[in-house]
Structure formats: C-alpha cells, structure tokens
C-alpha cells in the first residue's frame, strides 16, 4: 500500500516568508511523515519462524542456520525467526501444534506432521539417504548386533527416525533382540555414553559422528546401518501463502547453485539440494514405525 502525504514545499521564498511557527509545524510534519511512513514499510515486512530439529546444541544449530537465514532474506525480503527447542519431544509438541511456519524436520516427523497439521515438504538433500548407525567402543569386544542382547543401547530421543525408531524397528524385526534404551537427549550425547560405557552401544547418524571431535569419532566402531531413506526436507505450513512459500524453495535451491550457498547448506547437512514431496517418504509408511513412536 502506498500513503502519500502532503505538506508545503520549501522554496527559500515560501520558506523565508514562514513565520518561526509555521516553520517548526512544517519541519514537524515533514519528520512526522518520514517516520510514518518507515514504520509502515518496516510493518509491512512478512517474518516467519523455523524450527529446526534439535540434533545438536542450540548454539551449533544458530551457527548453522542463522547464514541462511541471513541470505534467504536478502534474497526474499522476508525475515526470519528462528526458534529452538531443548530437546526433539519438545520439537514435536512444537510442531503438532502447528507453531512453526516453516521446520526442518526428520522424515518420519514429516508424516506425523503432515497428519496433524497438513506441513508441505519443500526441499531436501539428493546427496545421499538418510540410514541410523549402531556404535559401540572399538575396544568393547561387540562386533555384532546379537551380543547387544539385554544390553542398554543409548538413543537420541524415542522419535529420531534412523537414531532410534528405524534402530529399534529393526533390533526387533531382524534380530529378535530385546534391548534396554536409554534416552540421552542428543546425538552427541549418544556417543558420549558410549564412550563413558554408560551404554554398550548407541543409535545415532553418519552426519553427526562425523562432527565429533577425533578422540570420540576414533574410539567408535559401526556395527550396523539401517534401511536408507529419504533425508530431512525443509516443510511448511499450509497457513504461510503459497506465493511465499514457493519464492523461499526458489531462493533455497538458486542458493544451493552458488559456491557459497552450497558451503552454508552442507552444513544442515543438505550437499546437494533438491525438491522434496511427500512421495519421497511414503516407503517409510510400510515400515510401521509408529508401534515405536512415543507421545506425551
């Protein structure tokens, strides 16, 4: 909306023949319409909230995200919020609420979400598939799945999709094992545990072993990978326009087309960005997860 305001032109003649009163009333008006209307542009700027999936501690989740935001509004004119969460089961109440605009979300949180709440998949990694691993300590002389028998396995959080759901679906089906989870929060957490034999094994993902600093990273072993499937998309609620949404999935993917933007988005980690739609994940329908799926 455009708001034009009037007021006198000051010519040096018009100007000099104002009286001291009529002058300050002008000079009044003139800031007062400046003023105006800067607050009604400033209004006028649309801020969304994204939430993202509490993987690691709030102050590398900012570290990553806050760049992206940053040219996401440079390139859209929106602004950006972003919101944390203390831990993944507070995420999930966040979402199944509905209180985030736009979140990034593990694939079996997007099913849910898209359940309760209609959230639309935008984009995702092409890079690789997501698959949960199972660590034990290189010198705990486990090599395989059948010695974790009655043993306590440390997990993210009951509802990280390849840490922990995939992982236990998969301790039960395949293994007929029964296990004693223990639920640690975060990934980095995870390992810790099993670092500090708090737990003989521990459920989490490729990407975040991979940022662990070497003396943790070094001391673990793999023992298994889960089934490989679509990775985290970034989603949206269906209360945000479509016009905005879509102009925020054009500008992440152009972003994903810079050498910079690629460097900011492998950090998600998203190394090669692409579409995402809820197709990618309808395989994850046929695993029947939600018998491990907790609520509150």
């Not at 909230?49 to 390139?75: C, D, M, N």
């Not at 990934?187 to 708090?198: A, E, G, P």
């Amino acid at each position: 909306m455009v708001y034009t305001l009037i007021y006198p032109i000051k010519t040096n003649y018009y100007y000099a023949s104002m009286t001291k009163l009529q002058r300050l009333f002008s000079n009044t008006l003139l800031l007062f319409s400046l003023f105006f209307i800067g607050s009604v542009n400033a209004q006028s700027v649309k801020t969304f909230t994204i939430g993202v999936v509490p993987q690691f501690e709030a102050k590398k989740l900012r570290k990553i995200w806050k760049p992206i935001l940053a040219e996401l509004e440079q390139t859209t004119g929106f602004k950006f919020k972003l919101r944390g969460a203390a831990n993944i089961p507070e995420f999930e109440k966040q979402f199944l609420a509905g209180e985030f605009d736009f979140a990034y979300m593990n694939p079996f949180h997007l099913l849910i979400a898209n359940e309760s709440q209609g959230y639309i998949p935008l984009v995702r990694d092409h890079g690789k598939k997501l698959s949960g691993i199972l660590v034990v300590r290189k010198d705990s002389g486990i090599s395989s799945v059948n010695a974790l028998d009655n043993k306590v396995i440390a997990f993210p959080s009951p509802n990280a999709l390849g840490a922990s759901l995939q992982m236990r679906a998969e301790l039960h089906d395949r293994f007929n094992i029964n296990i004693k989870p223990s639920y640690v929060k975060t990934h980095d957490s995870v390992y810790l545990n099993v670092l500090l034999k708090q737990a003989s094994a521990g459920g989490g993902v490729q990407k975040t072993l991979n940022r662990q600093k070497d003396n943790i990273k070094n001391a673990l072993s793999i023992i298994y990978k889960t089934t490989p499937v679509a990775p985290h998309p970034l989603v949206a609620h269906p209360r945000v326009d479509k016009k905005a949404y879509l102009k925020i999935k054009t500008a992440l993917l152009q972003l994903g087309k810079t050498k910079k933007g690629k460097r900011l988005l492998a950090k998600i980690p998203m190394k090669k960005i692409g579409t995402a739609s809820l197709s990618d994940y309808t395989p994850l329908q046929d695993m029947n997860l939600k018998r491990f799926f907790f609520t509150e």
